[in-house]
Nanobody, 123 residues
Framework: QVQLVESGGGSVQAGGSLRLSCAAS????????MGWFRQAPGKEREGVAN????????YYADSVKGRFTISQDNAKTTLYLQMNSLKPEDTAMYYC????????????????WGQGTQVTVSS
């Protein structure tokens, strides 16, 4: 059974940084995609970034490019999202997700989701 558990959310002022973590277990496939998504109140869930386990290829949404970095530890059991230069519009519940390739930022593609961690950025 696949389990994804996010942590690291919190409240910061604009311009600050946070690092989110997602502990993954139970995924039996050797290659997979993992991604970070977010959902603000009243808005649809949107893709933020993803990473392909086989070669480390990453993708970022335009809104976070240059500010956020997705990565995995060497054991590929933990997914990270380093968030720098945070803006109030980054305020949302952040989720990690996993599924088989091909990698995409589309939410419907992912079958395995964590419970989310809240990020709040104040101006």
């Amino acid at each position: 059974q696949v389990q994804l558990v996010e942590s690291g959310g919190g409240s910061v002022q604009a311009g600050g940084s946070l690092r989110l973590s997602c502990a993954a277990s139970g995924y039996s496939h050797s290659t997979y995609c993992m991604g970070w998504f977010r959902q603000a109140p009243g808005k649809e869930r949107e893709g933020v970034a993803n990473i392909y386990s086989r070669d480390g290829t990453t993708y970022y949404a335009d809104s976070v490019k240059g500010r956020f970095t997705i990565s995995q530890d060497n054991a590929k059991t933990t997914l990270y999202l380093q968030m720098n230069s945070l803006k109030p519009e980054d305020t949302a519940m952040y989720y990690c997700a996993a599924d088989s390739p091909p990698c995409t930022i589309a939410t419907y593609k992912y079958n395995y989701w964590g419970q989310g961690t809240q990020v709040t950025v104040s101006s």
